[in-house]
């Protein structure tokens, strides 16, 4: 069998493998995925890597069609930490240096291989033809072996940044909670989607966002993100202020002047106001589907006036979307990230809270905790884990803080452990944080400090309960709650 039948035989086996996981995805023709493997061989071979070994045709394939290496290794029954930690780094690491001497500026990364490659591959194919007629290949000096070791430098520096807020959708530090992410991909398909994340902070509803957002930018789809704590809070303070406010963000995010805005009369009402400047000035203006992402939406819950009224808008495009002869509402989609319950108070059948598609994410399992510690290329033993999760649980921030510690070698595992719930610990600025939110909410504080007499469930009124749920700081277990971690635990037994 000749290489050409090989390689169209590994293509097919991927495309299957695609079919399996994501149907929904629109899969490249074998065509096109041939001549963008040609193309990324070509970028290897210009950064001194002659063999193409069957591993990196799987790396390069398997990321134009979008395949976690997890499943292409258990389907090729390769070596999983390999392929994906470090044979995957070094490729990408030549693959961009080899674009960087050809002087294009995209860094390319299995994320965002097939956005670059419909966008560039005209250039690519151009720059690698001159390069190829009057330029000699890389010095013989820098061979590549050295290549691949400076590959996996630079990956362990890049890796190894703190850890702070949302992680960016190429991260390769970030561990997908299969099948959320794939469920969330498919409903931004859907007219009229509606996707609802909820969780406590820091554990990881902004990440997920990011990557919805970047798979609905790869369907060539229009992006708004919206934080709501950046939300001014003057605009909170009448419900006219802040639907002004929200429509001329989402104006400006798109680049589209306000101008339909200034035209609201009190006559149709201000929240009739709101729905025709999207029905009629913002919609119809956009040339592909509105993904809208509205990040720490439970800032507006404070304000039950306004939250209560713009519910009732969001729920009402919804369902806008569902008639059949209503072709503009159909163009948007709704992604609400929120951490607590505080909407059971209001009409749920005015508000979006029972409708789309609800997620909850979950803490990060023991599998993916060692699979991150490999990212890290950090070894740590099966008790060592479950001492991890034993104070931590599966909190992805707080796992992720550690594993940082431990990989960098700025503390030992015994010494993180002991001081973990102190102000000299690791997570003393988190620990803080929590504390100042109880000391400003009393009746809060003083439900903690009755969850913390008891080593047993206890049972706290329903608003406390779903408050304290919403801070992550217990857990529900029926209808009662214990504390969700000994990290907790410890640290308010001291201080409160």
């Known amino acids: 069998m000749n290489k050409t039948s090989e390689i169209d035989q590994l293509i097919e086996k991927l495309i299957c493998l695609k079919n399996k996981t994501k149907k929904y995805f629109e899969i490249p023709e074998k065509v096109v995925l041939r001549e963008d493997l040609k193309l990324l061989e070509e970028l290897l071979k210009n950064a001194g890597k002659e063999d193409i070994e069957f591993k990196a045709r799987v790396i390069l394939i398997g990321a134009l069609l979008d395949i976690p290496y997890e499943q292409i290794a258990l389907e090729l029954n390769l ?40 966008l560039e591959r005209t250039i690519i194919k151009t720059e690698i033809e001159t390069l190829n007629n009057n330029y000699p290949k890389i010095a013989e000096a820098e061979t590549v072996a050295l290549l691949e070791e400076k590959a996996f430098n630079e990956l362990k520096t890049r890796e190894f940044e703190l850890p702070e807020g949302a992680l960016p959708s190429d991260s390769n530090i970030y561990i997908e909670r299969v099948p959320i992410e794939i469920d969330c991909y498919t409903e931004i398909m859907r007219n009229g989607g509606l996707i609802r994340i909820k969780a406590p902070r820091q554990m990881g509803k902004t990440s997920l966002i990011l990557r919805i957002l970047e798979e609905a930018k790869r369907k060539k789809y229009c992006t ?249 700081l217990v857990k529900l277990l029926g209808n009662k709650v214990t504390m969700r971690y000994q990290l907790y635990r410890q640290y308010f037994s001291e201080v409160l």
């Open 224 to 472: 708004v993100y919206l934080n709501f704590q950046e939300l001014d809070r003057e605009n909170l303070s009448e419900l006219q202020l802040f639907l002004r406010s929200f429509c001329a963000n989402v104006s400006d995010k798109l680049k589209m002047p306000p101008d339909g805005i200034n035209n609201w009369t009190n006559l149709l009402g201000i929240k009739k106001g709101c729905h025709n400047y999207f029905e009629r000035d913002l919609l119809p203006k956009t040339q592909s589907p509105l993904v809208l992402a509205l990040d720490e939406f439970d800032r507006i819950f404070s304000e039950p006036e306004i939250a209560a009224e713009f519910f009732s808008i969001l729920r009402t495009w919804h369902e806008e979307a569902k008639r059949e002869e209503n072709k503009i509402w159909k163009k948007l989609r709704l992604v609400l990230a929120y951490s607590t319950e505080a909407y059971l108070h209001y009409n749920i059948n005015q508000s979006p809270f029972n409708v789309g598609l609800p997620i909850s994410l979950p803490e990060l399992t023991p599998p993916q905790i060692m699979e991150l510690t490999q990212r890290y290329s950090l070894k740590l033993g099966g008790e060592e884990i479950q001492d991890l999760i034993n104070a931590l649980g599966g909190h992805p921030h707080l796992v992720q803080l550690a594993i940082y510690h431990l990989a960098t070698n700025k503390t030992t595992f015994s010494d993180l452990l002991n001081t973990a719930h102190t102000e000299e610990g690791i997570y003393s600025s988190h620990l803080r944080r929590h504390l100042r939110n109880l000391e400003e909410n009393l009746p809060l504080k003083k439900a903690l400090c009755e969850v913390l007499k008891e080593t047993q469930p206890v049972s706290l009124n329903s608003v406390e309960k779903f408050k304290l749920d919403g801070m992550g």
């Open 79 to 118: 070596n999983n930490t390999y392929l994906g930690s470090q044979a995957a780094a070094k490729i990408w690491i030549l693959i961009n240096k080899s674009l960087k001497e050809l002087g294009i500026n995209q860094r390319i990364g299995k994320k965002n291989l097939r956005t670059i490659m419909e």
